[in-house]
């Protein structure tokens, strides 16, 4: 089946370390987001990627970088500069460059500060 | 600027009951609209669109929601809803404004069904 996975499904962070969080998707889309969910916000945007080896910052990008080397993965690293990194992040895909198509989204990672 | 506007962070519902999860958006071009549902620790799952065409879209587990553009609201309802329905509800819109366009999230509704 056609899909978005992300890995881990939880992560635990130590203060001043970096994580990467992964996003594969096989539906051949061109176009991947990264969110992030807190409680009662809804989703805020922090990466999107229209093409490979494209990306645009978001809302709220700071402490936050991406790489689209290839068009089925768009990691995020959660860096020591974001100070609140605590959250469930959402990787999401879409057919188009454009972004007006329905998105579809992966089932999240939930990251924690030890 | 562009906005969704979810009016109920919670509705609590009675099994077999009717719901209404209202949704209004502020935009000053053309949109799409959708709503998302969300279960417990999983990602969002499209649950309805309006593209264009016909104002009332529906689910295939019998949710609905019509797209009013003299109130810019796209309300979500069911006639009877079930245990399974408890989940958050996400309303979100697309302007169409050229270019990439962002997809912009109300803030959710958290829909409890008790038996």
Request: net charge neutral; aromatic share 12%.
């Amino acid at each position: 089946d056609g899909g978005i996975t992300q890995s881990p499904k939880y992560l635990f962070r130590k203060e001043g370390q970096n994580v990467t969080l992964s996003c594969e998707q096989n539906l051949n889309h061109d176009a991947m987001y990264w969110y992030r969910q807190d409680p009662g916000q809804g989703l805020r945007l922090i990466y999107y990627s229209q093409i490979v080896n494209d990306f645009q910052k978001g809302d709220i990008a700071e402490g936050y970088s991406v790489s689209r080397e290839k068009k089925e993965s768009f990691p995020l690293t959660v860096t020591s500069a974001q100070k609140n990194p605590t959250a469930f992040y959402l990787c999401a895909s879409s057919p188009g460059g454009t972004g007006n198509q329905p998105q579809h989204f992966g089932d999240g990672t939930r990251l924690s500060i030890l | 600027a562009q906005s969704v506007t979810q009016l109920d962070s919670q509705v609590p519902v009675f099994e077999e009951a009717p719901v209404e999860l209202r949704c209004n958006y502020s935009s000053s071009v053309s949109v799409y609209l959708f709503w998302y549902v969300q279960y417990p620790n999983q990602g969002l799952q499209l649950l309805l669109k309006y593209l264009s065409g016909s104002t009332l879209v529906e689910s295939i587990n019998g949710f609905e929601a019509e797209f009013n553009k003299s109130q810019t609201s796209f309300h979500l309802r069911k006639p009877s809803v079930h245990i399974s329905d408890t989940a958050e509800y996400f309303c979100a819109a697309l302007p169409l404004s050229g270019g990439y366009n962002k997809l912009i999230f109300g803030a959710g509704t958290r829909l409890a069904v008790h038996p």
